[in-house]
């Protein structure tokens, strides 16, 4: 398995970034998909989570109506679009599959929110 994420940087509050994480090594299109992240001294949290078909979505409390996970079975990629991001979302944020009774994970995309 391999998680690959991509997207992150520096913005303002405000702004907008959108996430995206390659996968390969698995049937993408039949696991339910998730993206972490972790603040430093924080421990790291779901944010969001889409089933195998994209037609299910759950979030955190402190992402709903911001964030928006969605898939794209044809190319095995997860994307996370965050919009009206605050300060408090700046954290590492990885992709994940739980997949063989294990958690796989990426390497993680830097996510910044700052003036």
């Known amino acids: 398995v391999q998680l690959v994420e991509s997207g992150g940087g520096l913005v303002q509050p405000g702004g907008s970034l959108r996430l995206s994480c390659a996968a390969s090594g698995f049937t993408f299109s039949t696991y339910d998909m998730r993206w972490f992240r972790q603040a430093p001294g924080k421990e790291r949290e779901l944010v969001a989570t889409?089933?195998?078909?994209?037609?299910?979505?759950n979030y955190a409390d402190s992402v709903k109506g911001r964030f928006t996970i969605s898939r794209d079975n044809a190319k095995n990629t997860v994307y996370l679009q965050m919009n009206s991001l605050k300060p408090e979302d700046t954290a590492v944020y990885y992709c994940?599959?739980?997949?063989?009774?294990?958690?796989?994970w990426g390497q993680g995309t830097q996510v910044t929110v700052s003036s």
């Open positions: 994940n599959v739980y997949r063989l009774y294990r958690n796989n």
């Open positions: 889409i089933g195998s078909t994209g037609g299910s979505t």
